[in-house]
């Protein structure tokens, strides 16, 4: 009984093993029933076999513990099978992961090219909208130019013929006056001379008609003497009274001319603060644009206004230290040569002092106004002195040059570098100076108004001005003030030669 299930264990173990053979091979079908049957005739000629070789005991065991040991082999075989296949469902799960997260990565990246793509669309739109915005502020600010330009020039148009009309009425009133004077007197003189020739008559005609019997003669001559004295008189007067009204008449023609003169300089102020205004209220980058531009600007504005009132001269900078005799040598020629100088006036920022006016000595302006016509580019020159604004306005000197007069400019060697270097005018540059250091240190001494320490402040500045006046050579004659006759005589021999003044 017991050989007989030994038997058939060992042919369900042999027919298991063919099996699982044929499974781990992958054998086709047709295959797979050719060694079944092949292996069913091994089977059965193995069980012939083993029938016969079972009855040894041996064997018998042998062929026992080979099945087991095939039997045990077969199920390691299926477990690292079992894990085999785990293992391919694992990094199957990877791989789907992977490729879940590859496409994901794709997804994210195609979304934010499109997002960039959407950015830069917005970005070329915008600045497409700037851009246009900014054609548009050229375009307002040129027009506003072009208006303010128009203004302008009607304004210097007006100003001037005002100016020659109320010339030419004041120029013919005090010719009038002249020869109205001139009549008024020899008439006088001549009906004086008459008087007195009919009084000296009247005498002799006494003498000889004293005594006559009534007197009619001597009582009508008397008579008709009186009276034309009385009318010589009443003349007297009203000759008077018309030379008050003529001097009336010219002193109100002067007021009116001050008052065009004053209105022309407010219109002037008007579209200056026009012009601020508008700087002050586009933004940061149109006050950038219009910084850039507007020194140009006003340069083709006031070149392109026609000259109209005699000969253009160049102004004169006079550059020297303090003490070098600048005031000196303005005085005496503004004061000899009146009508064809005008002296520059400074704007500053700094406190007006005791006696000081504005318009007289200098233009005070508050800081911020000030530096707003720096952006603008309405100062020749300027510099910041202790804390304090100093500046030449190019519109005050163009406008004395525009009328016929030589503007003098009393400034440092600074400023005249900025004005030669800007090119906006063309200048004659004179620099006066002393003999020597120590002839100015003495000369500044003199004035008794130096403490030491601004004593050696302004001589070390004179030292420091000369060498620079060296280094940009820009100057056409120095005047040395040795002695104050003979540098007036050489400065105004000098000025007059420049300016063909006869």
Known sequence: MDQDEDQQEYQDQVLDNAMSRNEIQGSSPGSKQLERNQSNQFTLTKTSNMNITFQDPAIKAKLMAEAKQEKEQKRLQMLQMEARIKKLQIEEEKAKKRINDARKQQQFIAQMKEEKIRKQQEKQRFLEEMAQKEEENKRKILEDRLKQKEILMKSQHDKFHTNKKISEEIKEQKTRIKQSIETGKMSYLEEKQKANVEKRDYVSNDKQFKATIKGNFI?????????????????????????????????????????????????????????????????????????????????????????????????????????????????????????????????????????????????????????????????????????????TSKTDVLEVQKHGKICILDIDVKGARDVHKSGVVDCNYVLVTTPSIDELRNRLEARGTETEESLNKRVGNAEAELKMAQEIGIFQKTLINDTQDQFIKDSEAYIKKIYGIQ
């Open 219 to 391: 009582a009508s001559t008397e008579k008709a003497y009186h009276e034309k004295i009385e009318r010589q008189k009443q003349e007297a007067l009203e000759y008077e009274r018309k030379m008050k009204e003529l001097e009336q008449h010219e002193q109100q023609l002067l007021s009116r001319l001050q008052k065009t003169q004053q209105m022309e300089n407010s219109e002037f102020q008007k579209l200056r603060a026009m012009k601020q205004q508008q700087n002050g209220s586009g933004s940061k980058k149109n006050q950038i644009d219009s910084v850039n531009s507007s020194y140009q600007t006003r340069e083709k504005d006031f070149q392109s206004i026609k000259e109209e009132n005699g000969k253009k001269y160049k102004p004169l900078v006079l550059v020297g230290p303090s003490g070098a005799g600048k005031s000196t040598l303005t005085k005496y020629i503004m004061d000899k040569y009146k009508g064809l100088f005008e002296f520059s006036i400074s704007s500053t920022t700094r406190v007006p002092r005791d006696g000081e006016e504005n318009g007289v000595h200098y233009y005070f302006m508050k800081r911020p106004d000030f530096e707003q016509e720096i952006k603008t580019g309405d100062f020749l020159e300027y510099n910041e002195v202790h804390g304090n604004y100093y500046g």
